[in-house]
């Protein structure tokens, strides 16, 4: 029963990372055409009610940009950071 109640409490918006320009990202989970994984940069951040939004910019066979919010991506770390 414990172990449910952990899995259903939302995630403080103070626990979430904040991300700063150009931070390097990768997504957590499929989005639309752009796969889990997908490396992006952050371009921008968009204040809500709530929490943040991020606009993330991804490179693939094709250029993307998508509005996410910040648990729908995690840092990049490792060699692609830097680039």
């Known amino acids: ?3 449910d109640l952990l899995t259903r409490t939302p995630t403080p918006n103070s626990a979430l990372p904040d991300f700063g320009m150009d931070a390097a990202v990768r997504l957590l989970d499929r989005h639309g055409e ?3 994984g997908a490396v992006g ?3 921008g951040k968009f204040p809500r009610r709530h929490d943040s939004t ?3 910019c991804f490179i ?3 250029i ?3 509005e996410v919010r910040a648990n729908e991506i995690g840092p990049l770390d490792g060699p692609h950071a830097a680039n």
């Open 1 to 3: 029963m414990c172990k």
């Open 34 to 36: 752009i796969p889990a």
């Open 41 to 43: 940069r952050i371009l």
């Open 54 to 56: 991020y606009a993330v």
């Open 60 to 62: 693939d066979k094709r």
């Open 64 to 66: 993307s940009v998508l």
